[in-house]
């Protein structure tokens, strides 16, 4: 079975400009959850659907949304980047609400 | 909200030596899962241990829930096991955020 897969692996986008992070998850999962990875925070939680709904939600900044599909797959939008939204971006997904979570290889984003 | 803290922050041995990573959370948990986070930044799942003990080969992990504490062995360590282990866990209670993570135990196995 296929993993966690993300696109673009790789993204360079200018302050001001806005970003869309896409996620498929493992066939069968119906939770995608979404972190945010940098040096000086960590890894932090952004925010996880569940069968197209948000379940939960951290503590980022409307700038940042998301969304799920009826086939799972996930997108992640990030409006009027900032500096300091350069990050690596990872997705995981799980089959229910509450049970293991598999991660994506991530999405390093860089905003100059 | 929970707090998770991972000890030792970095660690070095010898190839072969053994470990014991810990990881402790201020309060009750649901889940508790450990990652391994290898160099190119893949999260690889190493246990789902809420409770217990499991073992994977050279890996094995207990968590004592009651007393709010995990810890990851891993014995005969290899060079392929440098890299950054994560625990997370996820709080119980509604309304409350997926996996927190802490801060991670960097490993560097020397050959």
């Known amino acids: 079975k296929a993993g966690v897969t993300q696109t673009p692996r790789y993204l360079i986008k200018t302050r001001g400009q806005q970003v869309t992070l896409s996620c498929s998850p493992i066939?069968?999962?119906?939770?995608v959850s979404w972190y945010q990875q940098t040096p000086g925070q960590g890894l932090q939680f952004l925010f996880e659907?569940?069968?197209?709904?948000?379940?939960n939600k951290g503590n980022f900044p409307g700038r940042f949304s998301g969304r799920q599909f009826s086939n799972s797959r996930s997108e992640m939008n990030v409006s009027t980047l900032e500096l300091g939204d350069s990050a690596l971006y990872l997705c995981?997904?799980?089959?229910?609400?509450?049970?293991?979570?598999?991660f994506g290889p991530g999405t390093r984003l860089t905003v100059l | 909200g929970i707090q998770v803290e991972q000890s030792p922050p970095d660690l070095i041995l010898q190839e072969g030596a053994n470990s014991t990573l810990r990881c402790n959370f201020s309060?009750?948990?649901?889940?508790l899962q450990w990652f391994h986070q290898n160099p190119w930044g893949q999260l690889i799942n190493l246990f789902y241990?809420?409770?217990g003990t499991k073992q994977n080969g050279r890996l094995s992990a207990t968590t004592v829930a009651t007393e709010r504490y995990s810890l990851l062995y891993i014995s005969s360590s290899q060079t392929t096991d440098s890299g950054v282990y994560f625990c997370?866990?996820?709080?119980?209670?509604?309304?409350?955020?997926?996996?927190?993570f802490g801060t991670g135990t960097r490993l560097k196995v020397l050959a």
């Open positions: 995981a997904s799980s089959l229910e609400y509450t049970d293991t979570q598999y």
């Open positions: 241990i809420p409770s």
């Open positions: 309060d009750s948990v649901n889940n």
């Open positions: 066939s069968g999962h119906r939770s």
């Open positions: 659907y569940f069968s197209e709904t948000q379940r």
């Open positions: 997370a866990v996820e709080a119980s209670g509604s309304g409350t955020y997926k996996y927190i």
